[in-house]
């Protein structure tokens, strides 16, 4: 075996590993906030623990607008932005997908983590409205001429989770 192969093959199983501690990393993250939402619960109630999440979720999506523009992203530029959102739902480990629809565009996911740690966590079928807040949050943060409608969502029993993207005015 020559060293380019070797290295090839040694590159190959790291890359493997990479990728399973990444995935570890996502069932991890999902474990500190349900740990997160049970210790409100516990102390606060049901009604202030899903006050909080939604809180939570507002705030993640303020920090992704944030980015988004900081790191020169368009504020009108729907394509960028939907490319944006569903890239970060692929690192999430969500898988999604973007498409047009006339003037507006679509972010499709078909399988997401969130909905199993939900029900792990005995939240089943909740998951969506926290996503809907950050995709909503993050879009006005970005532009306030920016809308996202939720139009069919897995935990409330559709075939996928789809959110519009449009510009208003």
């Given amino acids: 075996m020559s060293t380019t192969e070797k290295s ?4 190959e199983k790291a890359l493997a590993r990479k990728e399973r501690d990444w995935q ?12 997160w939402r049970k210790s409100v ?4 109630g049901e009604a202030a623990a899903k006050e909080m999440e939604l809180a939570f979720w507002e705030n993640v999506g303020v920090g992704t607008g944030e980015m988004y523009l900081k790191r020169g992203g368009k504020p009108e530029d ?6 944006t959102m569903q890239r ?10 973007m498409r047009k629809d006339g ?11 969130w ?7 005995g939240l089943p079928n909740q998951c969506g409205e926290g ?39």
Avoid: N, Y
């Fill in 8 to 11: 090839g093959a040694d590159l």
């Fill in 131 to 169: 996503c809907d807040r950050w995709f909503q949050v993050a879009a006005q943060t970005i532009s306030p001429k920016v809308r996202v409608v939720t139009e069919s969502q897995l935990p409330r029993g559709g075939d996928t989770c789809t959110r519009r993207f449009a510009l208003i005015g």
């Fill in 103 to 113: 003037k507006d565009v679509l972010v499709v996911h078909t399988a997401c983590p």
């Fill in 41 to 44: 619960k516990d102390r606060q």
């Fill in 115 to 121: 909905m199993d740690s939900f029900r792990a966590a």
């Fill in 78 to 83: 729907l394509e960028q932005i939907a490319f």
């Fill in 88 to 97: 970060a739902s692929d690192v999430m480990g969500e898988t999604a997908h």
């Fill in 24 to 35: 570890s990393m996502i069932r991890i993250t999902h474990d500190f906030f349900h740990a």
